[in-house]
């Protein structure tokens, strides 16, 4: 099944830009999901920040769109964040996850284009904001 | 933006009590809801689905009920590795995805 592992530098300096990478293995990034990135500031709970189909559609948190851009590489079976202007308040555990599009019950097959849940999980990776 | 509430924000309950937890929309999201536990420095991890559904692996003593802008999650009898934080989460109103603020699981 799916795993994913997150990857970036845990400190960012105040004004720049935070870069994360999630690592998809035993699967391809090219599969019917949604891979999205979710975050969790300290001791609180979970934002959704956005998603990449593999097509390279998009869907971003209206609160963040403006600083976020996820993207796709099919060569590396990879998907990125980027959120520029960071700020102590974008301190956070990041996680990358995904959302199947495709699914099978014990009797049919379905597809639904906006995506089931969060599943399977990356482990997180904790970037801080700080000069 | 649908916006989910949680309550009780903390429930101290002992093992082998039962736990009912509640999710509150602020309008209508049919069944499209899921619930997750999340451990101290662990990811989220999947529990219910479509409101009433058991993600593989979960024990039956995890139920979802309910559906449009009420639903609960009921621990049927409490087992020590069920204390943590749960979340509920929609996705009626995709492409935005919103979470509620989570009820904390504590021992009493």
């Known amino acids: 099944q799916v795993q994913l592992q997150e990857s970036g530098p845990g400190l960012v300096k105040p004004s720049g830009t935070l870069s994360l990478t999630c690592a998809v293995s035993g699967g391809s990034i090219s599969s019917s999901n949604w891979w999205s990135w979710v975050r969790q500031p300290p001791g609180k709970g979970l934002e959704w920040i956005g998603e990449i189909y593999h097509s390279g559609s998009t869907n971003y948190n209206p609160s963040l769109k403006s600083r976020v851009t996820i993207s796709v590489d099919k060569s590396k079976n990879q998907f990125s964040l980027k959120l520029s202007s960071v700020t102590a308040a974008d301190t956070a555990v990041y996680y990358c996850?995904?959302?199947?599009?495709?699914?099978?019950?014990?009797?049919?097959?379905?597809?639904?284009?906006?995506?089931?849940?969060?599943?399977?999980w990356g482990q997180g990776t904790l970037v801080t904001v700080s000069s | 933006e649908i916006v989910l509430t949680q309550s009780p924000a903390t429930l101290s309950l002992s093992p082998g009590e039962r736990a009912t937890l509640s999710c509150r929309a602020s309008?209508?999201?049919?069944?499209?809801l899921a619930w997750y536990q999340q451990k101290p420095g662990q990811a989220p991890r999947l529990l219910i689905y479509d409101a009433s559904n058991r993600a593989t692996g979960i024990p039956a003593r995890f139920s979802g009920s309910g559906s449009g802008t009420d639903f609960t999650l009921t621990i049927s009898s409490l087992e020590p590795e069920d204390f943590a934080v749960y979340y509920c989460?929609?996705?009626?109103?995709?492409?935005?995805?919103?979470f509620g603020q989570g009820t904390r699981l504590e021992i009493k």
């Open positions: 989460q929609q996705r009626s109103n995709w492409p935005l995805l919103t």
């Open positions: 309008q209508s999201v049919s069944s499209y």
């Open positions: 996850a995904s959302r199947q599009v495709e699914y099978c019950s014990s009797t049919s097959c379905y597809t639904e284009d906006s995506g089931r849940w969060f599943d399977p």
